[in-house]
């Protein structure tokens, strides 16, 4: 299966541009179906985004965020063609990781 | 005297409105979807002169300089991307007994969306590419998919990827069916319904680009070329079918199933009328 996490990484000028699209359900546990059963919670409680052995953007999330969130921030530094490693890890366990070539 | 003279103004006045009348009561009768097509386009190019035809298939955000921004941001990172990857993955799969959904379609389904719907001559029916996609499964022995959203999305999703740019081309044969097909799915379009007694016209051809609540109302002119859509409001994608239901849902109608007579018909009708107007599917909307 094709990887959950799909980056893009731009460097302009001393900042590193980051957009990331994150496919999950972020389910809240707060939801019904259709036959009235409550959606078990499912959602991604960290995401981190690292270059060169740093945290750069770490994020807390919890049932608050939307279905296949997206991510957008900048960092200083960067350099082109260095590796931007990108993971979660949800409540249920599961984990997802990827890695980005700076543009 | 004076009041005489009234009068027979009158008279004459309304002598020439009844002449006047004449031609037009003729044409009214006799289905010309060419002329309808025409007038169609015409209607919203004078209604927003500054958009080009093609902009019509980008929906609200033609309608609106903000809502322009926010897309243009989006469409970097679409969120309908997912799902075209997964139409390809269905796509390239073959079924049980080997063959696969190319073997169905002409081209081997890749960019043909522009030719959806079509009237099938044998059957007498819209074809609609929901329609053929659920039809391909089963004569290769598979279930139906629902009409509404998940796969059937991601396999539209897909198709309208490969087509994207091409213009609509949608064929109305020689044949009294054909164009009574077309002659139902334009009644259906301006016939009011629901407890909002609203038809398809009352938002889409009188409001385009004005709110209804918080959201900008979408052009009737290329509606249809971006489907299938990724909704935000769903928080997933859905079909030219959901939309529909979803419609007549939301001006507190009953809808009809998907795909069915009327839908089909109606899917011919405002595809005919987007002819020439590029694909632009799969769409994001708010």
């Known amino acids: 299966m094709a990887s959950t996490i799909r980056v893009r990484a731009t460097l302009s000028g001393e900042t590193t541009e980051v957009q990331a699209l994150i496919q999950h359900p972020m389910d809240s546990g707060f939801v019904k179906d259709a036959k009235g059963e409550i959606i078990p919670p499912h959602f991604i409680q960290q995401l981190t985004f690292e270059y060169d052995g740093k945290s750069v953007f770490v994020a807390d999330w919890g049932g608050g965020v939307s279905k296949d969130p997206y991510v957008k921030f900048s960092f200083k530094g960067g350099k082109k063609g260095d590796d931007l490693k990108i993971s979660w890890v949800d409540n249920k366990g599961a984990t997802d990781t990827t890695t980005a070539k700076i543009q | ?286």
């Open chain 2, 1 to 286: 005297m004076r009041s005489a003279i009234h009068l027979a103004s009158a008279a004459l006045a309304l002598a020439a409105l009844s002449f006047s009348a004449v031609p037009t009561a003729v044409a009214a009768d006799t289905p010309d979807p060419v002329a309808d097509a025409k007038a169609f386009q015409k209607f919203f190019t004078e209604k927003f002169p500054k958009l080009k035809l093609e902009d019509f298939v980008n929906g609200p955000y033609s309608m609106n300089e903000d809502l322009h921004r926010q897309w243009e941001e989006k469409e970097q990172f679409p969120p309908y991307e997912f799902s075209v990857d997964m139409g390809k993955e269905m796509f390239s799969k073959p079924f049980k007994n080997g063959k696969s959904y190319a073997d169905c379609f002409p081209n081997q389904g890749i960019g043909i969306r522009q030719n959806y719907p079509y009237f099938d001559n044998k059957e007498g029916k819209v074809i609609t590419l929901e329609l053929a996609l659920n039809r391909c499964r089963e004569a290769n022995g598979e279930p139906a998919f629902s009409y509404v959203k998940d796969e059937m999305a991601a396999l539209t999703a897909y198709m309208a990827f490969t087509s994207r740019g091409k213009p609509f081309d949608i064929k109305i044969p020689d044949d009294p069916r054909a164009l009574e097909a077309y002659q139902n799915g334009k009644r259906y379009f301006y016939t009011r319904r629901g407890q909002l007694n609203f038809s398809c016209a009352t938002c889409h051809v009188q409001s385009p680009g004005e709110r209804i609540r918080a959201e900008v109302l979408a052009p009737a002119l290329g509606i249809l070329n971006a489907m299938p859509i990724y909704r935000s409001e769903w928080s997933g994608m859905g079909t030219i079918s959901r939309r529909f239901t979803t419609c007549n849902s939301q001006i507190r109608g009953v809808p009809l199933n998907p795909q069915d007579d009327e839908y089909r018909d109606l899917e011919y009708y405002l595809s005919y009328v987007s002819n020439g107007l590029p694909i632009s599917g799969p769409g994001a909307r708010p």
